[in-house]
């Protein structure tokens, strides 16, 4: 069965804080994918990584960063956290040549206050 | 980028009752997929479809890929209250690594 995890599930931190969102599938696929979520805006894509150490730009990837160092773990990094970057971040994960069928993780809320 | 219309934006209907949405792109699909989300959860895959005109079941829910290929359609029959989310429809968002982009979601309310 298909699982991707989130590190927390809730997270508060202050303006100016370095933050660090990890991501685990153990589906051994290539793709990954953080997007963001806010009410009536959808799923906006961060970034995506398509193999290890390889990654691009979203639509939105202003103020974040990435780092795929491992097929399974992929981090969503925001280097100096702002309260606009307040939202649902949502991790997914795709097998190249499997259709654009993404799984996702349960979520982590992050608060900037 | 492509944009997806999906509409409504939200409803509230009695348990029992049955419920459609739809989803329309600006440019040809050749997928679609239809996911839930649960409050405070992921996204989950309810309906994957490949093919113009094709139907696809999955329990009471029941998804269409349009003839144009530009659009999309959800139906749920018999709501019940765990069917209470978000759903959002969605198709590749662009020519690299099967980026997808989302409609904006339907927010579905099922009163007992």
């Known amino acids: 069965d298909v699982k991707v995890t989130q590190s927390s599930r809730y997270l508060v931190k202050r303006t100016g804080e370095k933050v660090f969102l990890e991501c685990v599938q153990d589906m051994d696929h290539e793709n990954m994918f953080w997007y963001r979520q806010d009410p009536g805006l959808g799923l906006r894509l961060i970034y995506f990584s398509y193999d290890v150490k390889m990654k691009e730009k979203g639509d939105i990837p202003e103020g974040y960063s990435v780092s795929r160092e491992k097929k399974e773990r992929f981090s969503l990094i925001l280097e100096s956290a702002s309260t606009n970057q307040t939202s649902m971040y949502l991790c997914?994960?795709?097998?190249?040549?499997?259709?654009?069928?993404?799984?996702f993780g349960p979520g982590t809320r992050l608060t900037v206050t | 980028g492509q944009q997806l219309n999906q509409s409504p934006q939200s409803m509230f209907i009695q348990e029992g009752e049955d419920v459609s949405m739809n989803c329309t792109s600006s440019s040809i699909f050749n997928t679609w997929l239809w996911y839930k989300q649960d409050p405070g959860e992921g996204p989950v895959l309810l309906i994957a479809?490949?093919?113009?005109?094709e139907l696809t079941s999955n329990g009471r829910l029941t998804a269409q890929f349009g003839i144009t290929r530009k659009d999309s359609f959800l139906n749920i029959s018999a709501s019940i209250p765990s069917d209470v989310g978000i759903y959002f429809c969605?198709?590749?968002?662009?020519?690299?690594?099967?980026?997808?982009?989302f409609g904006q979601g339907t927010i579905l309310t099922v009163h007992p």
């Open positions: 997914a994960s795709r097998r190249t040549g499997g259709g654009y069928e993404q799984y």
């Open positions: 479809l490949y093919k113009a005109g």
């Open positions: 969605a198709g590749p968002g662009g020519t690299s690594y099967g980026k997808l982009t």
